[in-house]
């Protein structure tokens, strides 16, 4: 498809609202600017446009581009203060501003029942601080502990409690996933851990009905689906693709899904409200013959695609696709064909104007980025090869949608995830026409559920499709050459791929010699700063020790290579390994040293290290040892001033294994002491260049 650029500028005028609402979010959150600044600044261009609207002709044709650029410094503004204003630590009565000595909140969602709690997220109604009862702003997570007094708790119960709120932190290992601010974009700052001792449930409930009659309607479609689809993996797949609900899913299935690149069928995304719309113009079209009826149709049709994603959980995907088919509607009932660009484009402003902290959300960029690789590519992809016979062309049709769907989301992938899916050709080819079939057939069930005699039947189906597509996954994912691993791309890297990757697309659509060369140049300046950081990557030496709970976990780094010193567990647990330590050794580029590193006091580069994790006894001594750095680890019974007689001590390091109690103490010796110390557990990983 043709990509003019005079053509999007004039044919799609939302992308030039898009571009500086972008502007004003990245600008508002990574360089703050005061609110007043923001109001008089957005005043001053609104002063502006309005004198140009009394300008005459002629001099509006002179000064049109200051009226341009005002508008745009106008929905900068509107960006950087509805950034602002979505962040909750600006609330002028958020729970962050004060130490409350009681709190009162109200459960915003059903209980989710993990391994060892209860977990719900709960809005702080209010808090007791400065001996009175004030309204306060926040939300927060509760855990509760299992008990079988707190099962009654639900959507709107109100409970009382004084125990400390606690800030919610990441782990702080280098490349890890910033948690902390993942729940800040939500609203969320704090949680707190509750017994059924902690707590006071009051009898009023604060409900709202709407969101009451949405968690009804999950839990009904999750008791359906439970109750007519066999293995928990099955059932556990089956409510994440129908309507989202992700808390029975398998971790290691969720792993195999993203390892062969059809993860996206597990989110909602497109392909799930593509096959509800499809289904309700089909359901519909009757009303269609009708003329006067067509207006009831598309009402009928938007209605049933705004249910589903409300009742899917509001994702920014499926909220994304709802925009999308809701413009698509409305044109067709105005009888008018929209650039898919602008529908992109306004689709995605009105997203962000709702939500501005979803420009950071995975999901949200790849789903752009895949629709618009797709509107690009697939034509051209498509008519690579010709097939005649049309069972073959469908198949074809099917990668050629695969292949163009990638190349715009690969380097985004690639920065999020660092791992490349080898086999999602084959994975695709099999899973997204299966899973819509499933889809489909999930849809049915619910609709006949209260006939046994039709239900139980569409379950076995289901279950049967649902289990061979998990184990179609789960073998390629056991292959060798499932998944290229280990791939660390900088956000400076990613933006020069992405635009080479736009210039070669204009060279090939086109067919500009100025945008290969373009191309060209973006891919060499790609390739000099990946050959400069490998570069840098052969000449590092690094102590790491990280932030992994109840565990010792550290690594020394020379050059590529790293060597571990830790509990053993560690290396048996996949989950923590791939959380806690890998996106580390990712972000630095190194493998493991095939010889092991000595533990307990070892030298590097002229630097004397010492890790204590066992009870050690030391005689006084008047030659005191200089220890550059002590590592304390795990419980064992060692006085800081002890060490602090007999050695010389740089630094000590308390790492994530160390209990808290034990942890406070230590700390308390090394202030009066003045010994320097650092706490991973508060800080996060502790990195020292060696």
């Given at each position: ?89 600006n609330d002028k009565d958020w729970i962050g501003r004060m130490h409350p000595a009681a709190c009162i909140a109200t459960l915003q969602e059903p209980l989710v029942e993990n391994a060892k709690s209860y977990k719900a997220i709960a809005a702080v109604q209010k ?564």
């Amino acid at each position: 498809m043709p990509l003019p650029v005079v053509y999007l500028w004039k044919k799609a005028p939302a992308i030039r609202l898009l571009i500086p609402l972008l502007a004003g979010i990245v600008l508002q959150w990574y360089w703050p600017l005061p609110l007043k600044l923001l109001v008089l600044a957005g005043c001053f261009c609104l002063f502006i446009i309005s004198a140009y609207s009394f300008f005459p002709v002629a001099k509006k044709w002179r000064f049109s581009m200051v009226n341009g650029i005002a508008v745009s410094l106008l929905v900068v503004c509107a960006g950087a203060l509805l950034t602002y204003t979505n962040d909750i630590r600006n609330d002028k009565d958020w729970i962050g501003r004060m130490h409350p000595a009681a709190c009162i909140a109200t459960l915003q969602e059903p209980l989710v029942e993990n391994a060892k709690s209860y977990k719900a997220i709960a809005a702080v109604q209010k808090i007791r601080w400065n001996n009175s009862w004030k309204n306060a702003d926040g939300t927060i997570i509760i855990y509760l502990k299992k008990d079988t007094t707190l099962r009654h708790l639900s959507y709107g119960s109100t409970i009382v409690f004084t125990k400390p709120l606690q800030l919610i932190k990441s782990a702080g290992n280098p490349g890890s996933f910033n948690y902390q601010q993942y729940a800040l974009f939500q609203g969320i700052t704090d949680q707190v851990y509750l017994s059924a001792n902690d707590l006071i449930v009051l009898p009023q409930k604060q409900i709202n009905n709407l969101r009451k009659f949405i968690y009804q309607c999950r839990k009904t479609v999750v008791g359906i689906l439970r109750r007519y689809i066999e293995g928990p993996k099955e059932q556990g797949l089956a409510e994440a693709l129908l309507i989202g609900y992700k808390d029975d899913l398998d971790k290691s299935l969720v792993q195999s899904y993203s390892n062969t690149g059809v993860v996206h069928i597990i989110a909602i995304s497109g392909l799930h409200l593509g096959l509800i719309y499809w289904l309700l113009l089909l359901l519909t079209k009757p009303l269609k013959i009708i003329r006067n009826l067509n207006w009831l149709r598309i009402i009928v049709v938007i209605s049933g695609l705004w249910l589903f994603s409300i009742l899917a959980g509001g994702q920014p995907s499926v909220l994304r696709s709802a925009v999308i088919f809701t413009f698509i509607a409305l044109a067709e009932v105005f009888d008018r064909r929209t650039s898919v660009y602008n529908t992109l484009a306004l689709s995605a402003f009105l997203l962000l104007c709702y939500n501005p902290f979803w420009l950071w959300d995975v999901g949200f960029q790849l789903s752009y980025a895949a629709v618009l690789s797709i509107i690009i590519f697939f034509r051209p992809v498509y008519n690579l090869i010709y097939f005649s016979n049309k069972a073959v062309d469908f198949i074809w049709k099917l990668n050629a949608v695969t292949l163009s769907a990638q190349l715009l989301t690969l380097p985004v992938s690639l920065y999020h995830f660092h791992q490349f899916p080898n086999l999602f050709l084959f994975t695709n080819m099999v899973a997204v026409p299966l899973s819509s079939l499933i889809l489909m057939g999930e849809i049915l069930l619910c609709l006949v559920s209260f006939i046994p005699v039709l239900a139980i039947p569409t379950g076995k189906i289901i279950t049967i499709g649902v289990h061979a597509m998990n184990a179609y996954i789960e073998r390629l994912n056991g292959t060798s050459l499932a998944t290229w691993n280990g791939i660390y791309i900088t956000l400076p890297q990613t933006i020069l791929l992405l635009a080479a990757i736009a210039g070669a697309s204009y060279w090939l659509l086109q067919k500009s010699k100025r945008a290969l060369f373009v191309s060209l140049l973006f891919l060499l300046l790609f390739t000099m700063l990946r050959t400069a950081s490998f570069m840098q990557a052969n000449r590092q030496q690094k102590l790491i020790v990280y932030n992994v709970p109840r565990h010792q976990a550290i690594d020394i780094i020379h050059g590529r290579t790293y060597a571990f010193i830790g509990d053993s567990l560690l290396l048996n647990d996949d989950f923590a390994r791939n959380f806690y330590l890998q996106p580390t050794r990712i972000l630095y580029r190194v493998q493991p040293e095939a010889i092991p590193t000595n533990t307990g006091c070892f030298i590097v580069n002229d630097k004397r290290i010492a890790i204590i994790d066992r009870t050690v006894y030391f005689q006084k001594d008047a030659s005191k040892v200089t220890l550059n750095l002590i590592i304390l680890s795990g419980n064992p019974k060692v006085y800081i001033p002890t060490l602090h007689d007999n050695f010389n001590i740089g630094q000590i390091v308390i790492d994530g294994s160390v209990p808290a109690w034990r942890a406070a103490r230590w700390k308390h010796d090394c202030d009066s002491l003045q010994i320097p110390y650092y706490d991973v557990s508060e800080n996060g990983a502790f990195v020292m260049n060696l």
